[in-house]
């Protein structure tokens, strides 16, 4: 299966904005589920639901008024989940070089009409790039089951 990037690009609005001015972080997280589903959607041909959304990572404010670009793209797959990678990119309307502004990984699951999982297309990953992403991907998943195992007597 062909794994090109979902890309999504709109301009920031002033509804998205927080009391500091800038694009509001909940509206950035909202951006990257919708991003991540229309990639885990598209890959698995399923409806898809968000599992985990893990280190979403702000590097800098997105300004109102500026260009955003979302890119996903699936980094590893399961039986039924996908691992996708989300870069959040802006620029000013005057420049034409985007600055990456936020990066995270999103789960989803793909599942059918009854909510019960379902099986996905095996991703196999063809350059250097995409197994040191996989690799990522394979990382994240470890340090999340130690991250619960530590929280497991707080639930």
Partial sequence: MDNKPITFQFISEPTDVNFGGNVHGGSVMK???????????????SYCVTVYVGGIRFYQPIKIGEIVKLESKVIYTGSTSMHIAIDVYSRNIKEKTFEKKTHCIIV???VDENGKSVQVPKWIPT?????????????????????????KPFL
């Fill in 31 to 45: 951006w990257i589920d919708q991003v991540g589903y229309a990639c885990a959607s598209n890959w698995s041909s």
């Fill in 108 to 110: 989803f699951v793909a």
């Fill in 127 to 151: 350059s250097e790039q995409e197994i040191q992403m996989q690799e990522y991907a394979i990382k994240l998943m470890n340090l999340r089951r130690d991250i619960e195992d530590e929280m």
